[in-house]
Nanobody
Framework: QVQLVESGGGLVQAGGSLRLSCAAS????????MGWYRQAPGNQRELVAR???????NYADSVKGRFTISRDNAKRTVFLQMNSLKPEDTAVYYC???????????????WGQGTQVTVSS
């Protein structure tokens, strides 16, 4: 009923930039918070950044000043601009979107399929 399609991952050298996108589609009545998480091998999934429907962001300390989260509500899309990338940013990045569908009254969290980001030193 709901699909999240991510794009924009890849291989980049340290200091480089990447931009991730995540587009939601399907039986969507409304979208609440949108966010990005990441998981490196052997580690737990961790929050990278989230943004409210009104556009208020919050970031993990490790990415503050380097990453920027934004959203286009009309296109149901969330973005993550990643600058000054470091090898420790290497992980699979997942979008997470709180969605109210046509068949529910409360929002539920939906995950994207994940996109690999690899930063070489």
């Amino acid at each position: 009923q709901v699909q999240l399609v991510e794009s924009g991952g890849g291989l980049v050298q340290a200091g480089g930039s990447l931009r991730l996108s995540c587009a939601a589609s399907g039986s969507i009545s409304s979208i609440r918070d949108m966010g990005w998480y990441r998981q490196a091998p052997g580690n737990q999934r961790e929050l990278v950044a989230r943004i409210t429907r009104g556009g208020r962001p919050n970031y993990a300390d490790s990415v503050k000043g380097r990453f920027t989260i934004s959203r286009d509500n009309a296109k149901r899309t969330v973005f993550l601009q990643m600058n000054s990338l470091k090898p420790e940013d290497t992980a699979v990045y997942y979008c997470n979107v709180e969605i109210v569908t046509y068949y529910t009254t409360n929002p539920s969290a939906h995950w994207g399929q994940g996109t690999q980001v690899t930063v070489s030193s």
